[in-house]
């Protein structure tokens, strides 16, 4: 690699120290493409689409700049972001990629032109990303210390471009630690094409790179970044886990304004109507939502007695709205009203400080379309184009491989409110390659609502609360955690990373006098010496109906639901009715919607429920009675919340009951076995001395005494760690993100000096090895229903993309979501395949292997119906 140079200022001085839109106007003016470019098979060609017309190079690179200046913007990195987007494709100049691209779409003739090649073997295998790269740390890196960690992150974005931010020091299997960064830097420049295509490019483009390199800011707006992160970091120490991960994330903020802006580029100009479908920002004003939510409230009727504690929870909201942006607790015990109480703090706050969107996190899609439907009704009333104010992303149809066709189908977030599910924002934060990362950006200026927060992956603790933090000290966001079991982020480790809440950010004045207001169950603790039987229980579960008209019995597993079901169906006391994860998403609504008419009848119709924990949090039903087998207390509460939810009774009864251990194994359930070994033990702590918790096992002295136990319980697993069969060594996603000790250290040892470089992170290593959730899973599109098989008729028909992208949305409604070796067995019996080659998207074949009391399963039942065969 050629020695770092110095370089001479060309762009003109009036915007070597211009605000954003003035550089925007300047990019526009010394780039704009020619007007024949794109017409000739000789100009420099970035992208081709169907119908033949050519994207020039200079107008994509042009583009990309102008939009992701404009995204990073939001980070105080507008020139930053103009630099990337210049430069991330530089290396489509060299005559390598122009041969191919052109050849691959039929500009080049194989009999005419002498250019030609066989374009399908060389897909992805021509180096365009590293040479970018290479110009900024060539002519910025040899500037002095703070002009080389600019030139680092710099590099590091346009070189991930298209595999996600790649490792800076990385230890190999048996291998000694490299410096994959440098090694990239130094790749041959007859590989990277940089001499080349320096000759080749344009050179106004060229010029106005460089102008960007020598400005002031490009180097001095990272100092400021890494001054202001180390300001805030415990002891100041440079060497701390969360500084070094911070640094992190604002390396994924940059990133993720390149790739969002090269997307939307790209998708554009390939499918031109779909951008007519952006909103860009453009929404509908905070004051007309405002409104909509204020009238809506106003127009609200009373019904049950525990309406004015809601309505005085809902007041809280709104009061607390007009404090500064921060970090705040919203504690609430299960019926309190949280949804649309949350949703007014979120809209007043957003107002009064300016923020760009509302971003709606909950941990389960059970109940997001509930959620969700709640708010749009409100704004999105009749008359309002539907879609235009809220949009779900919880989809699992696409692939974690990104596909070209999933480039066109994903999400960015471009919303005023968003729903979408803890997977997806840890994704967002975590995850591998660029689809995830793509969103990272709308994080700032936004409030996030984090409901259930207490269902947070614990081996995410660390890095979360070093990433709220982030985007709420830097990025100008609000975080709320919403939760009725409030777990203790803000008392683990300090050194590794503990979310800081301030002093009196409790959105409630008074939660032990809450919680006393809203009692209106009372847990009674039934376990006994070698537990129940699925026989008694289901015995019990019929007694239940029997005495308060309605029983939901909450277990742990799908095996354990299917078994009581059966039981309690051989009885005619009581409808019975199953729930489980086994069905998609509008067979699970239409059950509770049957459920819910049922319980609102005066009086109620006997009814009685049996589900896996999917309907324990935020699933508005109200039960007469509970049966909880033993589990976390923060589950056990939130069980209790789905019984006697409106008060209609003086009491209602939650049965906490210890299934025989032949009939329930959790081995591979850790979360769920630690989780029930320390509430056991609060438990039996409570009954020896209730008042020592208030009087209430489930109260907030019970939860905190939980919490301290089950954290203390699961403190090594809070860093999220990796095994040596994922990465080649044991180590934990906390450290690669961070210092990277490991690796650091070994480098040290082979190479007898540290790596020349600042930023030492093993970002690709860390995230192959996240999963949001331990065992991914993917979507399968079921036949449930005539609207389920005709959905997928019409997706196995869909060749256009605008077709297939809202043919998408509705599939979400029909998807279920399975662990790997149930789609190996699915797949081995014949019945999954893909809507297309090459689609990635999965759909059952057979409605056999789909029933209408436990949705999908591995083997068949009833009379065989083959839909739709994708031809293949």
Same mark, same amino acid.
């Given at each position: 690699?050629?020695?770092?140079?110095?370089?001479?200022?060309?762009?003109?001085?009036?915007?070597?120290? @211009?605000?954003? $839109?003035?550089?925007?106007?300047?990019?526009?003016?010394?780039? &704009?493409?020619?007007?024949?470019?794109?017409? %000739?098979?000789?100009?420099? =060609?970035?992208?081709?689409?169907?119908?033949?017309?050519?994207?020039?190079?200079?107008?994509? #690179?042009?583009?990309?700049?102008?939009?992701?200046?404009?995204?990073?913007?939001?980070?105080?990195?507008?020139?930053?972001?103009?630099?990337?987007?210049?430069?991330?494709?530089?290396?489509?100049?060299?005559?390598?990629?122009?041969?191919?691209?052109?050849?691959?779409?039929?500009? +080049?003739?194989?009999?005419?032109?002498?250019?030609?090649?066989?374009?399908?073997?060389?897909?992805?295998?021509?180096?365009?990303?590293?040479?970018?790269?290479?110009?900024?740390?060539?002519?910025?890196?040899?500037?002095?210390?703070?002009?080389?960690?600019?030139?680092?992150?710099?590099?590091?974005?346009?070189?991930?471009?298209?595999?996600?931010?790649?490792?800076?020091?990385?230890?190999?299997?048996?291998?000694?630690?490299?410096?994959?960064?440098?090694?990239?830097?130094?790749?041959?420049?007859?590989?990277?094409?940089?001499?080349?295509?320096?000759?080749?490019?344009? !050179?106004?483009?060229?010029?106005?790179?460089?102008?960007?390199?020598?400005?002031?800011?490009?180097?001095?707006?990272?100092?400021?970044?890494?001054?202001?992160?180390?300001?805030?970091?415990?002891?100041?120490?440079?060497?701390?886990?969360?500084?070094?991960?911070?640094?992190?994330?604002?390396?994924?903020?940059?990133?993720?304004?390149?790739?969002?802006?090269?997307?939307?580029?790209?998708?554009?100009?390939?499918?031109?109507?779909?951008?007519?479908?952006?909103?860009?920002?453009?929404?509908?004003?905070?004051?007309?939502?405002?409104?909509?939510?204020?009238?809506? #409230?106003?127009?609200?009727?009373?019904?049950?007695?525990?309406?004015?504690?809601?309505?005085?929870?809902?007041?809280?909201?709104?009061?607390?709205?007009?404090?500064?942006?921060?970090?705040?607790?919203?504690?609430?015990?299960?019926?309190?009203?949280?949804?649309?109480?949350?949703?007014?703090?979120?809209?007043?706050?957003?107002?009064?400080?300016?923020?760009?969107?509302?971003?709606?996190?909950?941990?389960?899609?059970?109940?997001?379309?509930?959620?969700?439907?709640?708010?749009?009704?409100?704004?999105?009333?009749?008359?309002?184009?539907?879609? @235009?104010?809220?949009?779900?992303?919880?989809?699992?149809?696409?692939?974690?491989?990104?596909?070209?066709?999933?480039?066109?189908?994903?999400?960015?977030?471009?919303?005023?409110?968003?729903?979408?599910?803890?997977?997806?924002?840890?994704?967002?934060?975590?995850?591998?390659?660029?689809?995830?990362?793509?969103?990272? $950006?709308?994080?700032?200026?936004?409030?996030?609502?984090?409901?259930?927060?207490?269902?947070?992956? =614990?081996?995410?603790?660390?890095?979360?609360?070093?990433?709220?933090?982030?985007?709420?000290?830097?990025?100008?966001?609000? *975080?709320?955690?919403?939760?009725?079991?409030?777990?203790?982020?803000?008392?683990?480790?300090?050194?590794?990373?503990?979310?800081?809440?301030?002093?009196?950010?409790? +959105?409630?004045?008074?939660?032990?006098?809450?919680?006393?207001?809203?009692?209106?169950?009372? =847990? *009674?603790?039934?376990?006994?010496?070698?537990?129940?039987?699925?026989?008694?229980?289901?015995?019990?579960? #019929?007694?239940?109906? !029997?005495?308060?008209?309605?029983?939901?019995?909450?277990?742990?597993?799908?095996?354990?639901?299917?078994?009581?079901?059966?039981?309690?169906?051989?009885?005619?006391?009581?409808?019975?009715?199953?729930?489980?994860?086994?069905?998609?998403?509008?067979?699970?609504? @239409?059950?509770?919607?049957?459920?819910?008419?049922?319980?609102? !009848?005066? /009086?109620?119709?006997?009814?009685?429920?049996?589900?896996?924990?999917?309907?324990?949090?935020?699933?508005?039903?109200?039960?007469?009675?509970?049966?909880?087998?033993?589990?976390?207390?923060?589950?056990?509460?939130?069980?209790?919340?789905?019984?006697?939810?409106?008060?209609?009774?003086?009491?209602?009864?939650?049965?906490?009951?210890?299934?025989?251990?032949?009939?329930?194994?959790?081995?591979?359930?850790?979360?769920? !076995?630690?989780?029930?070994?320390?509430?056991?033990?609060?438990?039996?702590?409570?009954?020896?001395?209730?008042?020592?918790?208030?009087?209430?096992?489930?109260?907030?002295?019970?939860?905190? @005494?939980?919490?301290?136990?089950?954290?203390?319980?699961?403190?090594?697993?809070?860093?999220? /760690?990796?095994?040596?069969?994922?990465?080649?060594?044991?180590?934990?996603?906390?450290?690669?993100?961070?210092?990277?000790?490991?690796?650091?250290?070994?480098?040290?040892?082979?190479?007898?000096?540290?790596?020349?470089?600042?930023?030492?992170?093993?970002?690709?290593?860390?995230?192959?090895?996240?999963?949001?959730?331990?065992?991914?899973?993917?979507?399968?599109?079921?036949?449930?229903?005539?609207?389920?098989?005709? #959905?997928?008729?019409?997706?196995?028909?869909?060749?256009?993309?605008?077709?297939?992208?809202?043919?998408?949305?509705?599939?979400?409604?029909?998807?279920?979501?399975?662990?790997?070796?149930?789609?190996?067995?699915? %797949?081995? &019996?014949?019945?999954?395949?893909?809507?297309?080659?090459?689609?990635?998207?999965?759909?059952?074949?057979?409605?056999?292997?789909?029933?209408?009391?436990?949705?999908?399963?591995?083997?068949?039942?009833?009379?065989?119906?083959?839909?739709?065969?994708?031809?293949?």
């Amino acid at each position: 690699m050629p020695k770092p140079t110095a370089i001479a200022a060309t762009m003109p001085p009036h915007y070597a120290h @211009s605000g954003g $839109h003035e550089l925007a106007a300047h990019l526009q003016k010394v780039i &704009a493409p020619d007007p024949q470019a794109g017409r %000739s098979r000789n100009s420099f =060609v970035a992208h081709v689409r169907g119908d033949g017309k050519i994207q020039s190079l200079e107008s994509h #690179l042009s583009g990309v700049s102008q939009l992701a200046s404009e995204l990073a913007g939001k980070f105080g990195l507008t020139t930053q972001g103009a630099l990337v987007g210049l430069l991330h494709d530089l290396g489509k100049y060299s005559a390598a990629f122009q041969a191919y691209i052109q050849s691959a779409t039929g500009l +080049l003739n194989q009999d005419e032109d002498e250019d030609f090649v066989e374009a399908a073997g060389l897909k992805g295998k021509i180096d365009h990303s590293t040479s970018g790269a290479q110009l900024i740390w060539t002519e910025l890196a040899g500037q002095g210390n703070l002009a080389s960690v600019a030139a680092q992150i710099l590099a590091l974005c346009i070189a991930s471009h298209h595999s996600g931010l790649i490792d800076c020091l990385a230890q190999p299997d048996n291998k000694p630690a490299e410096d994959l960064f440098t090694k990239r830097m130094n790749k041959s420049t007859d590989k990277t094409h940089l001499q080349e295509v320096l000759g080749k490019a344009n !050179q106004k483009l060229l010029e106005t790179a460089r102008g960007l390199l020598v400005r002031q800011e490009t180097t001095q707006a990272f100092q400021a970044w890494i001054s202001k992160i180390l300001g805030k970091v415990p002891g100041n120490d440079p060497r701390s886990p969360i500084f070094q991960q911070q640094v992190g994330l604002l390396v994924r903020s940059l990133f993720s304004c390149l790739i969002d802006a090269d997307r939307i580029d790209t998708a554009d100009f390939e499918h031109p109507g779909r951008a007519r479908h952006r909103l860009r920002g453009k929404y509908e004003a905070w004051e007309v939502l405002v409104q909509r939510l204020e009238t809506h #409230l106003k127009g609200f009727t009373p019904r049950h007695p525990i309406d004015a504690l809601r309505q005085d929870v809902s007041r809280h909201c709104l009061a607390g709205a007009a404090r500064e942006k921060g970090i705040y607790t919203l504690t609430v015990p299960t019926g309190g009203g949280k949804t649309l109480a949350s949703l007014r703090f979120a809209l007043h706050h957003a107002l009064k400080q300016g923020m760009d969107r509302v971003i709606y996190v909950i941990p389960f899609t059970s109940i997001i379309d509930q959620n969700a439907q709640v708010v749009r009704a409100v704004l999105e009333p009749e008359g309002v184009e539907t879609g @235009s104010v809220v949009l779900e992303h919880h989809s699992n149809l696409t692939p974690e491989q990104q596909t070209w066709r999933s480039k066109i189908l994903s999400e960015n977030w471009d919303a005023p409110v968003v729903y979408t599910t803890s997977v997806q924002l840890l994704e967002t934060l975590f995850g591998a390659g660029t689809r995830g990362a793509r969103r990272m $950006h709308q994080l700032a200026n936004s409030v996030l609502i984090l409901d259930e927060i207490q269902s947070l992956p =614990v081996n995410c603790v660390h890095l979360f609360n070093n990433t709220m933090n982030y985007l709420t000290d830097f990025c100008g966001s609000t *975080v709320v955690l919403c939760t009725a079991t409030q777990p203790l982020l803000d008392q683990v480790d300090p050194y590794k990373g503990a979310i800081r809440v301030p002093k009196d950010n409790e +959105l409630m004045p008074d939660v032990k006098r809450l919680f006393d207001d809203l009692k209106r169950v009372e =847990v *009674v603790n039934r376990r006994k010496p070698g537990g129940w039987s699925q026989d008694e229980i289901a015995a019990l579960a #019929l007694q239940e109906t !029997q005495t308060s008209g309605s029983c939901l019995v909450i277990v742990n597993t799908k095996k354990a639901a299917q078994a009581i079901y059966r039981l309690c169906k051989e009885s005619s006391l009581a409808e019975v009715f199953h729930l489980s994860t086994n069905m998609c998403p509008a067979h699970r609504k @239409s059950i509770l919607s049957d459920v819910r008419a049922r319980l609102d !009848q005066v /009086p109620s119709t006997p009814t009685l429920c049996i589900s896996t924990q999917l309907i324990e949090a935020g699933v508005d039903v109200d039960f007469g009675s509970v049966i909880r087998f033993t589990a976390g207390l923060d589950s056990i509460a939130q069980a209790a919340g789905r019984c006697n939810r409106n008060g209609r009774a003086k009491q209602g009864l939650v049965h906490v009951v210890n299934p025989c251990a032949a009939d329930e194994s959790l081995d591979k359930l850790p979360d769920i !076995q630690i989780g029930r070994n320390v509430a056991e033990r609060v438990l039996d702590d409570y009954e020896a001395d209730p008042e020592k918790f208030g009087n209430n096992c489930i109260g907030p002295e019970a939860m905190t @005494s939980y919490y301290k136990n089950y954290f203390f319980a699961r403190a090594n697993d809070m860093s999220y /760690p990796v095994s040596a069969k994922q990465i080649g060594h044991d180590d934990t996603l906390l450290n690669l993100l961070s210092t990277n000790s490991m690796a650091l250290a070994d480098y040290k040892r082979t190479k007898r000096q540290a790596p020349m470089i600042y930023m030492r992170q093993a970002f690709m290593s860390a995230a192959k090895a996240f999963k949001a959730i331990d065992a991914p899973t993917r979507g399968v599109i079921v036949p449930y229903t005539t609207a389920g098989k005709d #959905l997928i008729n019409d997706l196995c028909a869909a060749y256009l993309p605008e077709k297939e992208f809202e043919l998408l949305r509705r599939a979400q409604q029909f998807s279920v979501n399975v662990f790997q070796n149930v789609l190996e067995s699915l %797949s081995k &019996a014949g019945v999954v395949r893909e809507i297309r080659t090459g689609a990635a998207i999965l759909y059952l074949t057979d409605s056999r292997y789909y029933s209408s009391e436990f949705g999908l399963s591995e083997t068949p039942q009833g009379n065989m119906e083959i839909l739709y065969v994708a031809s293949q």
